[in-house]
T-cell receptor, first 116, second 110 residues
Framework: DTEVTQTPKHLVMGMTNKKSLKCEQH?????MYWYKQKAKKPPELMFV???????INESVPSRFSPECPNSSLLNLHLHALQPEDSALYLC???????????????FGDGTRLSIL | DQQVKQNSPSLSVQEGRISILNCDYT??????FLWYKKYPAEGPTFLIS?????DKNEDGRFTVFLNKSAKHLSLHIVPSQPGDSAVYFC?????????FGKGTRLHILP
């Protein structure tokens, strides 16, 4: 059982749709992450939230909009996506929000997104 | 330009023998290294990590070795078990940035 829960597991959407990916953890972790993973590629960091504040945006296009409503929840709002945005989107969390990368991350099982 | 390289896409090892997975990196500023294991349809699971101030860290059947001068780390699994069959990702970090390698698929043969 993963301790980081992502919903939905699968999502198919058109290029004009607006949808959101959700991530939840109840481990008291203070850093949360979004990654994008294409087939046969490594996970690529998109965003880092540390103590509910956006600390890293890896030059992600504005059609991806992250939101951290509280310390347990992380959303990724999607709008006007392109077919090349089809990928597995992984959420992760780590315990401490300071120097978050120097800690193990707990990953969810991901949302597989397909853009038609 | 890949900063973290796992040059072997796959590796097959007999059950009970040692599995050695290798990883090279190019950025000498990385100060923390991690190994993750991934089964199909699941997210990566943290296995073991090592700080750049150490050269070895051991946890049960898993040992990670770091050679800073060669910018090389390796994961040793001994003895290898059937449940170890998975994709293994090496990752390196600095500040809040983490870079993953492409992964090595490990097959444990009966």
């Amino acid at each position: 059982d993963t301790e980081v829960t992502q919903t939905p597991k699968h999502l198919v959407m058109g290029m004009t749709n607006k949808k959101s990916l959700k991530c939840e953890q109840h481990m008291g972790h203070r850093a949360m992450y979004w990654y994008k993973q294409k087939a046969k590629k490594p996970p690529e960091l998109m965003f880092v939230y540390s103590y509910e504040k956006l600390s890293i945006n890896e030059s992600v296009p504005s059609r991806f909009s992250p939101e951290c409503p509280n310390s347990s929840l992380l959303n990724l709002h999607l709008h006007a996506l392109q077919p090349e945005d089809s990928a597995l989107y992984l959420c992760a969390s780590s315990q401490d929000g300071v120097r978050a990368s120097n800690q193990p991350q707990h990953f969810g099982d991901g949302t597989r997104l397909s853009i038609l | 330009d890949q900063q973290v390289k796992q040059n072997s896409p796959s590796l097959s090892v007999q059950e009970g023998r040692i599995s050695i997975l290798n990883c090279d990196y190019t950025n000498s500023m990385f100060d923390y290294f991690l190994w993750y294991k991934k089964y199909p349809a699941e997210g990566p699971t943290f296995l073991i990590s090592i700080s750049s101030i150490k050269d070895k860290n051991e946890d049960g059947r898993f040992t990670v070795f770091l050679n800073k001068s060669a910018k090389h780390l390796s994961l040793h699994i001994v003895p290898s078990q059937p449940g170890d069959s998975a994709v293994y990702f090496c990752a390196a970090s600095r500040d809040d940035k983490i870079i993953f390698g492409k992964g090595t698929r490990l097959h444990i043969l009966p």
